[in-house]
């Protein structure tokens, strides 16, 4: 009887520190997780994605997208502006377009090109800041819960 007890000690106390082990690795795995979206949220700092521009076989989205800043915007921009622009995600049936991914070579040039953004209310573009999947979860959950959570105000 006295070996099982022992044994079973033995047993137990190996199980508490497999349990610590998991319970430090489980916060270690967190830790590199935020570390990870931060450094991914970092490199996508100068992006932003635009939706409602037209696809069409032979375009020259750099082209495009100075017209749109130039002209609708009304922010001055230049070919060298832009590091590249390349379209995103799968194409749709319903409106047939993609999102464009726009690298700006300054992150001063890309926060004049956002912060004039409304002036595309109206038409059928848009423009956000290319956040990480955790990033835009996060911003989706805020804004749901400020249209329909108990706090909800609205101001018109």
């Given at each position: 009887?006295?070996?099982?007890?022992?044994?079973l000690?033995?047993?137990?106390?190996?199980?508490?520190?497999?349990?610590?082990?998991?319970?430090?690795?489980?916060?270690?795995?967190?830790?590199?997780?935020?570390?990870?979206?931060?450094?991914?949220?970092?490199?996508?700092?100068?992006?932003?994605?635009?939706?409602?521009?037209?696809?069409?076989?032979?375009?020259?989205?750099?082209?495009?997208?100075?017209s749109?800043?130039?002209?609708?915007?009304?922010?001055?921009?230049?070919?060298?502006?832009?590091?590249?622009?390349?379209?995103?995600?799968?194409?749709?049936?319903?409106?047939?377009?993609?999102?464009?991914?726009?690298?700006?070579?300054?992150?001063?040039?890309?926060?004049?090109?956002?912060?004039?953004?409304?002036?595309?209310?109206g038409?059928?573009?848009?423009?956000?800041?290319?956040?990480?999947?955790?990033?835009?979860?996060?911003?989706?959950?805020?804004?749901?819960?400020?249209?329909?959570?108990?706090?909800?105000?609205?101001?018109?």
């Amino acid at each position: 009887m006295e070996k099982i007890n022992k044994k079973l000690m033995d047993v137990s106390d190996s199980l508490k520190l497999l349990d610590k082990t998991v319970s430090s690795n489980t916060k270690a795995i967190s830790e590199l997780t935020d570390k990870f979206d931060l450094l991914e949220q970092y490199f996508k700092k100068n992006f932003l994605r635009f939706l409602g521009i037209a696809e069409n076989n032979d375009e020259d989205l750099v082209e495009i997208i100075v017209s749109l800043i130039n002209n609708t915007l009304k922010v001055p921009c230049a070919n060298q502006d832009i590091d590249y622009t390349f379209r995103v995600s799968k194409l749709t049936q319903a409106d047939n377009t993609r999102a464009v991914l726009v690298n700006f070579v300054s992150n001063i040039k890309r926060t004049q090109v956002f912060n004039s953004r409304k002036l595309l209310k109206g038409t059928n573009l848009s423009v956000y800041e290319d956040l990480t999947r955790k990033r835009y979860d996060l911003l989706k959950e805020a804004k749901k819960r400020i249209w329909h959570g108990p706090q909800m105000v609205k101001y018109f």
